[in-house]
T-cell receptor
Framework: GQQLNQSPQSMFIQEGEDVSMNCTSS?????WLWYKQDPGEGPVLLIA?????ELTSNGRLTAQFGITRKDSFLNISASIPSDVGIYFC?????????????FGSGTQLTVLP | NAGVTQTPKFQVLKTGQSMTLQCAQD?????MSWYRQDPGMGLRLIHY?????ITDQGEVPNGYNVSRSTTEDFPLRLLSAAPSQTSVYFC???WGAGEQYFGPGTRLTVT
């Protein structure tokens, strides 16, 4: 199966700094999603993107659906300690089951006080 | 409204044993799926169901069986556990073209 290429794998940042992570693929996706996973929990949806070029914000989080439909990025501004966790991108195609997701391998974020 | 529940939360099996991971939802979602999560691999789809009585294979179905007799329940069966099945298992649900909601996970160790 195909995985998305998500980078970086891990990040250590100071509280208050901005964070940027991205996902790329050789295939086109019709939907891009960003999830956050806290330790011992399941992933929770942060932002969903449905149109190429779309830029969507959720509080301090901003995500964009790449024009080529093959990439997406997530920015977190002014990081705080509760931002710690694993962030996953996920893409969905219209072929096959319309709701099947392909996940990136995750970005482990650590926020230092 | 409990959302998506999974049981057990933790399980240790010996090689060759069988067991069933339970997933239940009270949101009346038609679509349910099972993923496994391994370090550095993200989440990989095992099996999914688009409604009661309908199931299909995902990316990594070998060694697992599923059935969907009701809208609410979607159990995942390991027929003969192997160490390679040591993982964290997540159940997810969605309604129509809506986004997936994940359960809290089952952490399985096969020795």
């Amino acid at each position: 199966g195909q995985q998305l290429n998500q980078s970086p794998q891990s990040m250590f940042i100071q509280e208050g700094e901005d964070v940027s992570m991205n996902c790329t693929s050789s295939s086109i996706f019709n939907t891009w999603l960003w999830y956050k996973q806290d330790p011992g929990e399941g992933p929770v949806l942060l932002i969903a993107l449905y149109k190429a070029g779309e830029l969507t914000s959720n509080g301090r989080l901003t995500a964009q659906f790449g024009i080529t439909r093959k990439d997406s990025f997530l920015n977190i501004s002014a990081s705080i300690p509760s931002d710690v966790g694993i962030y996953f991108c996920a893409g969905r195609r219209l072929s096959g089951s319309a709701r099947q997701l392909t996940f990136g391998s995750g970005t482990q974020l650590t926020v230092l006080p | 409204n409990a959302g998506v529940t999974q049981t057990p939360k933790f399980q240790v099996l010996k090689t060759g044993q069988s067991m069933t991971l339970q997933c239940a939802q009270d949101m009346n979602h038609e679509y349910m799926s099972w993923y496994r999560q391994d370090p550095g691999m993200g989440l990989r789809l095992i099996h999914y169901s688009v409604g009661a009585g309908i199931t299909d294979q995902g990316e990594v179905p070998n060694g697992y069986n599923v059935s969907r007799s009701t809208t609410e329940d979607f159990p995942l069966r390991l027929l003969s556990a192997a160490p390679s099945q040591t993982s964290v298992y997540f159940c997810a649900t969605s309604w129509g073209a809506g986004e997936q909601y994940f359960g809290p996970g089952t952490r399985l160790t096969v020795t």
